[in-house]
């Protein structure tokens, strides 16, 4: 159940694309072409954010965080070249230029309450005006798009011009179809954190043991209806939607063709929106969360609502995906 099928992009890269494609027209016959590592980063986790701590204070971290990414961007001598709601594109000289900068980024969120996605790609772009334009720009929004919060995505062109250290953090996870492109494009992912403090982490934060070398085992069970769905291990995926494709499909009418996402990545479990209406996350009885082209992590137990609140569902469970996070 991979998800490589099932991807939609979301409003901030269609707008990109947009703009992108509009402008490659009008200025391709007046502006230089470069080629150009583009890279697309957003934060992730925003709309919860501000039902959970209000506009004002949303508002503030958000631009708090731009203000990290602008710095980590000009820092290793990249271009911030426009934003966009709460994601930034940068252009960069060099594919080790970009890497610095989106691991800089990575590390300076780790102490922040907020988490960001980054993806970027090497190619033509036409440069115009302080801003950049066409297909690599596409590329470098819709490989971010593949990002969950906390990682950092590229295509096999960064990867063939990084430098040997840099090259070595990247490991190939598959080969999309992009539009505009003939040949699919491998995706990499690139490891930012140091392994040897990962593992240290590991050591000495293992909430869940019974004695030494016995971890506990995460396992997520979806149902809908007389549908169940349960993934227990790294990279297991379940799509929710109207679709007949979808691993659980809804016929609720407020639902998308594939409406949500849920990935379980390191022991956690990412629901991500795809949708129109957006997805309502009720979790142990508290009041339902909106998810809207976003992701969320699940845990203990709930209800998911495809395109509605639960509340419309008048106390039901009809029409809601139910949820649990179990341990073995």
């Excluded at 971290?61 to 426009?82: Q, S, Y």
């Excluded at 995505?153 to 090259?167: A, C, G, I, Y």
């Excluded at 992701?295 to 995906?321: C, E, Q, R, W």
Aim: glycine share 8%.
């Amino acid at each position: 159940m991979r998800l490589q099928s099932q991807l939609r992009q979301c409003d901030m890269e269609q707008q990109f694309e947009m703009d992108s494609n509009r402008e490659a027209v009008v200025t391709a016959q007046q502006s230089e072409t470069a080629r150009l590592a583009i890279l697309f980063a957003d934060i992730g986790g925003s709309t919860a954010l501000y039902q959970r701590v209000g506009d004002a204070i949303a508002h503030q971290m958000i631009m708090d965080g731009l203000n990290t990414m602008r710095t980590a961007v000009e820092e290793a001598g990249g271009e911030l070249l426009r934003t966009v709601g709460d994601a930034v594109l940068a252009s960069f000289d060099s594919c080790d230029s970009a890497c610095v900068a989106a691991k800089n980024m990575h590390k300076a969120f780790s102490s922040n309450p907020l988490d960001v996605r980054i993806g970027f790609h090497w190619g033509d772009a036409i440069s115009d005006q302080g801003d950049v334009y066409g297909n690599a720009v596409n590329i470098a929004a819709r490989v971010s798009g593949l990002a969950n919060t906390g990682e950092i995505m590229v295509t096999k062109e960064v990867v063939d011009r990084l430098s040997e250290p840099n090259r070595a953090d990247s490991h190939l996870l598959d080969k999309i179809s992009v539009k505009g492109v003939d040949e699919p494009l491998e995706i990499h992912r690139l490891q930012w954190q140091d392994p040897d403090a990962d593992h240290a982490t590991m050591v000495f934060t293992k909430p869940f043991t019974h004695d030494v070398g016995k971890v506990r085992h995460f396992n997520l069970a979806l149902s809908y209806g007389n549908q169940q769905v349960s993934l227990s291990s790294d990279g297991d995926s379940c799509a929710i939607g109207r679709g007949e494709d979808s691993d659980l499909v809804t016929a609720h009418d407020a639902a998308s063709r594939i409406h949500a996402t849920i990935e379980r990545k390191q022991s956690k479990f990412v629901l991500t929106d795809r949708s129109t209406n957006g997805t309502y996350v009720s979790k142990n009885g508290q009041p339902a969360v909106f998810i809207h082209r976003d992701s969320y992590n699940l845990d203990g137990s709930g209800v998911i609502a495809i395109g509605f609140m639960p509340d419309n569902a008048t106390g039901k469970t009809h029409g809601l995906v139910k949820f649990k996070v179990g341990v073995s």
